[in-house]
Nanobody, 124 residues
Framework: QVQLIESGGGLVQAGSSLTLSCTGS????????MGWFRQAPGKARRFVAT????????LYTDSVKGRFTISRDNSKNMLYLQMNDLKEEDTAVYYCAARRTATIGVRSELFDYWGRGAQVTVSS
């Protein structure tokens, strides 16, 4: 049973930085592409970033390019999202997700496993 647990969320001021972590267990973490998605209040869940199983080919949604960095440490079964220069519009619940395959994806339906989410709130 694959389990994903997010941590590191919180309340920060605009312009601040925050790092989200996702701990994976069950299955072979290093065989799976991973991603981060977010859901703002009243809105659909949306793609943020994705990374292949070995850490190559990171891909970001346009609104976070240059501010967010996705990375992973397969030796620790960990996925990270470094978020810099946070804006109010980044406020959302952030979800860690895993695919059964090694290749990246940007659509939520391509991901097979999900964490419960971590709240990130950015105040002005």
């Amino acid at each position: 049973q694959v389990q994903l647990i997010e941590s590191g969320g919180g309340l920060v001021q605009a312009g601040s930085s925050l790092t989200l972590s996702c701990t994976g267990s069950g299955g072979t973490f290093s065989s799976r592409a991973m991603g981060w998605f977010r859901q703002a209040p009243g809105k659909a869940r949306r793609f943020v970033a994705t990374i292949s199983n070995l850490g190559a080919t990171p891909l970001y949604t346009d609104s976070v390019k240059g501010r967010f960095t996705i990375s992973r440490d397969n030796s620790k079964n960990m996925l990270y999202l470094q978020m810099n220069d946070l804006k109010e519009e980044d406020t959302a619940v952030y979800y860690c997700a895993a695919r059964r395959t090694a290749t990246i994806g940007v659509r939520s339906e391509l991901f097979d496993y999900w964490g419960r989410g971590a709240q990130v709130t950015v105040s002005s």
